[in-house]
């Protein structure tokens, strides 16, 4: 069923809402074949938002024939628990084959991950951490808003998620950037593994959106026209962000499962399946289904997955050159290049706009001090950085170039699971990452990053650097922003000498140009072989 695409009618019709019940009724369905197949699952949670997920892809600005249409609006599921509800609901209105998406659903290998998979047509972004969903839609509403585009932001919450951390973070950065296209969606069902969520929290959700600058509307969640009506008083508000709370039942259309946490996670008995089946009015049959995923047998990993296209920066081909015998910061040196790249943007069109993001955790800024600061692309986040680093993956999907400046123990060591969600995306975030090693001063143990390099080479897509002068500096800035994939680059902000070969010229000055995974002979020698990376002062190297 396809509605108007927008929001554009005002309510729905009464034929309508009863084809939308009716597809929520076969999503239902769809997912308890789905989790029996398996063998394990959340079906209750996937019940209880079935309603939500029918309504907002019948409406949103997505179609199934050009899932990937720049200006389509965005679709974000953040908790993992509901991919199965996803999957049937994106069968069900023909962005992926259903036999597909019931029969291969968690099959080692399919595209049907058991947390959202961005391999699958309709999904943007490939989930897996609770309450990373909204700050991903925080990236995907920035690159709009910056790309001057019309497109709504949706994303669908649990109430159960909104106790981490980076739900707080992504909410008050929605705020903070005036991300007013983002609709959150809430699954409130009052339901989790352990219990009631009113009994193991002391939280009151809406006021805390309320108190960070959202609207909250509250609704029906099993009212598709509840929902529908509130989605669409949600986009004409272009005050703030909204909230939509949408309270549901857990378990909801199969009476022994509904406000059970017992169904939160767990395989329905045979008998119990059957029951819930004849409750939807479904077919339980399971035959063609175990047939299909024992065709396909193991699948064959392809571990070289095909290049995507990336975001490049206008890069200006000149360098920077600083002599033999100056001293410079690699903080002043990659100042200078984004000054070169931001006036070249103004220059040409051509690129991907660049923003840049200071992670201003430290007292001063003093990390980003003397970097451009461009009032339309320089966004100052505080003590925010598990949502930053999502929210800059997203932006990098949507066509946009992240430069992240900030403290390494603050961005790799504090938000390493957001760069790990990048790293499974294929994102191409930028980040530039001071205060590594002995560069962290006198801050104690707790406050070094030592342990950064195991930490990157933990994430397979991931490149890291560390220039041994202003110069490479200069040189590994401009690959950086021009080539796919994640970079992390060491910044010193202690001035150093720029380093020289045999002959006393600038090594890494004049025609040099980086190449990752090079190495540069600074000296011939016969009596052994030094192997160093980083500055000669501050990150390691020779002194």
């Known amino acids: 069923m ?30 308890l074949k789905m989790i029996h197949l398996v063998g394990e699952g959340h079906p209750a949670g996937c019940l209880s938002c079935a309603e939500i997920l029918v309504t907002l892809y019948a409406a949103a600005n997505v179609r199934p024939s050009d899932p990937d249409e720049p200006k389509r ?61 909204l700050a991903a839609a925080c990236g995907f509403a920035l690159a709009g808003r910056l790309a001057g585009a019309k497109n709504q932001v949706f994303v669908v919450v649990s109430d ?30 009052g339901v989790m593994a352990t219990g009631k969520a009113a009994e193991a929290y002391l939280q009151s959700i809406k006021y805390e959106y309320i108190a960070d600058g959202w609207d909250v509307i509250e609704v029906n969640g099993h009212d598709p026209d509840d929902i529908y009506r509130a989605i669409r008083r949600a986009i004409q508000i272009q005050s703030a962000p909204v909230l ?11 009476s022994f499962m509904e406000n059970d946490p017992r169904y939160h996670e767990i395989r329905l008995t045979d008998e119990e399946y059957l029951e819930a089946m004849r409750e939807l009015r479904q077919d339980p ?69 660049m923003a840049l993001f200071e992670g201003k955790v430290v007292v001063g800024g003093a990390d980003a001090a003397n970097l451009p ?28 170039v992240p430069v992240w400046l900030a403290r390494g123990p603050d961005a790799l060591e504090g938000a390493f699971h957001s760069l790990r969600l990048n ?16 560069e962290g001063g006198r801050r104690g143990r707790a406050g070094l990053c030592l342990d950064y390099v195991s930490l990157v080479e933990n994430l397979p897509r991931c490149r890291m650097v560390f220039p041994a002068d202003a110069n490479q500096m200069d040189r590994v800035a401009r690959v950086a922003l021009i080539e796919p994939g994640n970079w992390v680059v060491g910044v010193w902000r202690t001035p150093t000498a720029v380093v ?38 501050g990150l390691g190297g020779p002194s």
């Open 423 to 438: 790293d499974l995306n294929r994102t191409h975030v930028k980040l530039f990452a001071a205060a590594l090693g002995v």
């Open 244 to 254: 939509v709370v949408a309270r549901t039942t857990s378990g909801h259309g199969v």
């Open 285 to 353: 049959s399971l035959d063609e289904e175990k047939d299909y995923r024992s065709a396909f047998g193991e699948f064959d990993l392809n571990l070289e997955e095909e290049p995507e296209d990336h975001p490049v920066a206008a890069v200006p081909l000149t360098h920077r050159d600083y002599p033999a015998g100056t001293e410079a910061s690699g903080q002043a040196a990659l100042a200078g290049v984004l000054a070169d790249v931001l006036e070249g943007e103004e220059a040409e069109a051509g690129g991907a706009p």
């Open 500 to 537: 020289t070969d045999a002959d006393g010229r600038p090594l890494f000055g004049g025609e040099y140009r980086f190449e990752y995974g090079r190495i540069d002979l600074v000296r011939p020698g016969d009596s052994g072989v030094i192997l160093t990376t980083g500055g000669h002062r």
């Open 73 to 133: 609006d965005r679709i974000v599921l953040s908790p993992p628990h509901l991919t199965a509800a996803l999957y049937a609901t994106l069968g069900r209105f023909d962005f992926v084959d259903r036999d597909d998406a019931v029969s291969l659903f968690a099959k080692a290998g399919s595209v049907f991950e058991e947390a959202p998979n961005r391999a699958v047509p309709g999904v943007e972004w490939t989930g897996g951490v609770p309450g990373a969903g």
């Open 160 to 189: 159960g998620e909104q106790q981490r951390g980076i739900v707080a973070e992504a909410r008050r950065f929605a705020k903070r950037q005036r991300l007013n296209q983002i609709t959150a969606i809430m699954d409130a069902n």
């Open 373 to 400: 600061r461009p009032r339309d692309r320089f966004f100052e986040v505080r003590g925010q950085d598990a949502a930053v680093g999502v929210a800059l993956g997203a932006f990098s999907l949507a066509g946009g």
């Open 2 to 31: 396809q509605l108007p695409k927008g929001f554009k009618q005002e309510e729905l019709s009464a034929e309508q809402v009863r084809t939308l019940r009716d597809l929520a009724r076969q999503v239902r369905g769809d997912v």
